[in-house]
């Protein structure tokens, strides 16, 4: 299974440390292999990677490109958006 999506960052502070935390612990949930990147930029990090998550640099305003393959592919991208829609619930 495959789940892709464009989401936007919302929250105050984009995804700082604590927002690339909550969205890294959320990926790890999952067995699929979750991919993210700046809808303006092609490099893509490990979505369960705090680390990688950080160095997208993701500013509030800026949209998101998730690509999620495997088996719970589809709920992976369902909680990775209810995150975003609830701005990781900082506001």
């Known amino acids: ?3 892709e999506g464009i989401l936007q960052v ?6 700082h440390a604590r927002a690339s935390t909550r969205l890294a612990q959320v990926a790890q949930k999952f067995r699929s292999n979750i991919r993210i990147s700046r809808s ?3 490099q893509e990090v ?4 705090i680390l990688g998550i950080l ?3 993701a500013e509030r305003g800026i949209e998101i490109r998730l690509r999620i393959s ?3 592919a589809e709920d992976a991208y369902k909680a990775i958006e209810e995150l ?4 990781f619930d900082e506001e």
């Open 55 to 57: 160095t997208l640099g």
């Open 10 to 15: 919302r929250n105050k502070f984009g995804l």
């Open 84 to 87: 975003f829609r609830k701005n």
């Open 1 to 3: 299974m495959e789940a």
């Open 70 to 72: 495997g088996d719970d």
């Open 40 to 42: 303006d930029d092609d």
């Open 46 to 49: 490990d979505g369960k990677s």
